[in-house]
């Protein structure tokens, strides 16, 4: 929260767990916003009905629970119910909150502040990113800033994720309740729990239920207290690696070596602590010359469930996430397991004091689909045509059962299939190759023929949009 008053920053990146407070960082920034620096602001939700949604169970509760707030933003009544809800003015600004999927909504006004919500859900419009559409509204303004705010999805193409690595990849580090040691808490690095091992070492079952947080420096193993105690001492550094004195420099390795060398003060080797009225942060500093090697103006956070303020997410977290990832396999776990520490030779089953290690307990918790979904939660679901495999599905995947995949699939290999393949090009055009079935040729046939009626008004709004770019105008 600290970081939209950091002189310097414009653009905040937040890419955490679920239930770790990215959507009340967004509605504190607009309270604050809107109550001490009144302008212009934007909130993409990425469907018009999320939006609509927003509104009604997030900022209306806001406004009517906050008493600076209520006295600003009035219930004004208007002829269009959806300005009354996506629509709160203010003296000195409003606030619009539309869905980033139409690209008019998102680009129609001059704006000074962008919240970005749940960004990996956007879907790219016409004109381009819903993100840098909405930014290029700030132009105009001094100090305008934007937020993203997202959990991330697939590792690679998560438009969190790329918008975190641009930035300058801020971690947060707690001091030990034992020692003061100050840690980045890492789940693989420092969250333990029983192990039963057999007479080889083997590891046969697992107690998730005793998991908790041990102190990297002083290997003491932190109460569920001593965990929310020790969240109230996090601060913020910059880890983004960076190049200064023909050297190049990572925050993290240069912290790992200093404590463990037993340097004095670790943190003041790698990092300089700045702190004003109402920010405050460690910048990253060259182990040379002492310049900060990392600027500030995009500031990108990062934290997992580690970090969760609940009380009620320490153990029940910890205790389903290893619930859901011992899956062991007969003879040894796989690569899976290994990165996990749960790889066993033994089988056994899921009961209420801990995990059994083996190829098919473990296999039994995760959920199966074989009857077929419309809207897969995520996570881990176990398929396989040629055996039981275990894979990761995101969060709305369709899975289409057996017994209707196979009367998909069926035809007579002297059928003419047909496949209509929509090439986004200047024309719009519509190419169709003999792979589909005669059933398919008729939709084939009535998606061509609305697809060549689309590619008229489109090819209408090119020659439109050129024509004004020819005359300088801007859209």
Not at 6 to 24: D, F
Not at 180 to 196: S, V
Not at 219 to 237: S, Y
Not at 263 to 292: I, N, S
Request: proline letters at 5%.
């Amino acid at each position: 929260m600290m970081a939209i008053t950091e002189p310097g920053t414009a653009i905040i990146t937040v890419m955490v767990c679920t239930q770790l407070m990215k959507t009340a960082l967004i509605e504190n920034a607009f309270g604050f916003f809107a109550h001490l620096d009144p302008s212009p602001m934007l909130m993409l939700q990425p469907k018009e009905d999320a939006a609509e949604q927003f509104s009604k169970e997030r900022i209306t509760p806001l406004i009517k629970a906050t008493p600076v707030l209520k006295d600003l933003i009035g219930t004004r009544k208007t002829r269009n119910s959806d300005e009354t809800i996506r629509y709160k003015s203010f003296p000195g600004g409003f606030l619009a909150i539309e869905g980033a999927g139409s690209p008019d909504n998102v680009a129609r006004r001059p704006i000074k502040r962008v919240f970005c919500d749940e960004i990996d859900k956007y879907v790219p419009t016409r004109e381009g990113d819903a993100v840098g559409l909405a930014e290029e509204r700030m132009g105009t303004f001094i100090g305008a800033q934007s937020i993203r705010a997202c959990s991330p999805t697939i590792e690679g193409e998560s438009a969190i994720e790329a918008s975190y690595n641009e930035g300058d990849q801020r971690q947060a580090t707690v001091a030990c309740p034992q020692c003061q040691h100050r840690q980045f808490l890492e789940f693989f690095a420092h969250i333990d729990w029983d192990k039963t091992r057999d007479a080889d070492d083997n590891v046969i079952a697992h107690q998730p239920k005793t998991a908790a947080v041990h102190c990297e420096a002083c290997g003491a193993a932190w109460t569920e207290a001593e965990r929310l105690a020790a969240l109230k001492t996090a601060r913020w550094h910059q880890t983004k690696p960076f190049r200064c004195c023909d050297t190049h420099q990572s925050p993290l390795a240069t912290y790992d070596a200093a404590w463990r060398e037993g340097t004095a003060d670790p943190v003041g080797v790698t990092w300089d602590w700045w702190q004003g009225p109402r920010w405050e942060v460690y910048r990253a500093r060259c182990v040379k010359c002492g310049e900060w090697g990392v600027d500030n103006e995009h500031a990108s956070f990062t934290a997992g469930k580690e970090f969760s303020p609940w009380p009620r997410d320490g153990l029940r977290v910890l205790s389903d996430l290893l619930a859901k990832w011992t899956v062991g396999q007969s003879g040894g776990g796989g690569g899976l397991l290994k990165l996990l520490g749960l790889a066993g030779s033994a089988s056994g089953a899921v009961d209420a004091g801990g995990v059994r290690a083996g190829a098919n307990s473990a296999l039994d918790a995760i959920p199966r689909n074989a009857t077929g979904t419309e809207y897969f939660p995520g996570g881990m679901s176990v398929v396989g045509e040629f055996g039981k495999e275990l894979v990761s599905l995101p969060r709305g995947s369709r899975v289409t059962p057996a017994a209707e995949t196979r009367r998909m699939l069926a035809g007579n290999d002297n059928e003419r299939r047909m496949q209509v393949e929509v090439v986004p090009s200047d024309y719009f055009d519509v190419r169709v190759r003999e792979v589909a079935s005669p059933v398919a040729q008729a939709h084939a046939e009535a998606v061509g023929t609305r697809a060549v009626a689309g590619s008229v008004a489109l090819s209408q709004a090119e020659t439109r949009a050129t024509s004004a770019r020819r005359l300088g105008r801007r859209w």
